[in-house]
């Protein structure tokens, strides 16, 4: 109980400090608006003890749309930790009390999957990120899964892509990585498949338990392997494109989780 004391008054006094720095640079659209989340998610994973191990690099080519498998709400700062990107949600996580103001701080950009006609404004917005040199990330199945496995990929997420380059005209192409994620082990101990719920969070499982859980254990091993780049415009067939995506990260994650990884390029 003391720890999840600890965990929490250390994370509301930095996370308060830092909301009006962020606010700032957002609003004056300064270089900084980048730096802080980086910072701040890797404060994230030192206080809750994961500890990353990562294979390979986020690419340095721009535009660059990364995709990636998803589990819990542990990948935001996993993820953000690597690199300074822009999240692609679902729009119901922006009235999220406080975790939407992070979002939001974040400038994810919002999807509401149910208003089609919202589509165009989405993808303009996409196209406006990758045009100003920010890495956009996409999670490909569309939702959180378990942690055991890669589900299907969203085609339609890829093409909402194609759709966000043929809507600007300065982004005639864009780089597509992908990125597996995978909770290998907690205390030293491997997370088999029943014991993967303990770092993944999907489906109906509460939030708050979810952290608190986090915050009480902590030492998370998690393996972050980064795909090569894959050259994508909008002739690009998103059918195709999407499984062979799929297939990489699926490749990757049993590799992390069969503890086969090759050498790791860096670790936190």
């Known amino acids: 109980m003391l720890r999840v004391i600890f965990v929490v008054v250390v994370f509301a006094a930095v996370t308060l400090v830092l909301i009006p720095v962020q606010w700032l640079a957002v609003a004056l659209k300064r270089p900084l608006r980048r730096r802080i989340p980086v910072l701040y998610h890797r404060f994230v994973c030192r206080l809750l003890g994961i500890r990353v191990r990562r294979v390979g690099a986020p690419s ?72 100003d040199g920010d890495p956009v990330l996409l999670f490909g199945e569309g939702t959180a899964g378990d942690g055991n496995r890669v589900m299907p990929f969203r085609t339609a997420l890829i093409g909402a892509a194609r759709d966000a380059i043929a809507s600007a005209g300065e982004v005639s192409q864009v780089w597509i990585q992908p990125l597996s994620i995978a909770y290998v082990s907690q205390q030293g101990i491997p997370l088999g498949r029943h014991l993967r719920p303990r770092a993944a969070w999907y489906g109906k499982m509460k939030l708050v338990a979810h952290i608190g859980g986090i915050a009480r254990s902590g030492a998370v091993d998690v393996s972050v392997t980064w795909g090569e780049p894959i050259a994508y415009d909008g002739a690009t067939d998103r059918k195709a494109l999407a499984p062979l995506l799929e297939s990489s990260i699926r490749r990757n994650l049993i590799t992390a989780l069969r503890g086969s990884l090759p050498a790791a390029s860096a670790a936190s």
């Not at 701080?105 to 006609?117: G, I, N, S, Y």
């Open 60 to 131: 340095d080519r721009r535009p660059l749309l990364i995709v990636a498998n998803h589990s819990s709400w542990l990948d935001i700062s996993v993820i953000t930790a690597q690199a300074p990107v822009v999240f692609v949600a679902k729009s119901e996580i922006a009235r999220w009390p406080f975790f939407g103001l992070l979002a939001r701080l974040q400038r994810t950009v919002f999807v509401e999957r149910d208003r089609r006609h919202k589509t165009a404004e989405v993808n303009a917005e996409i196209a406006r990120r990758l045009a």
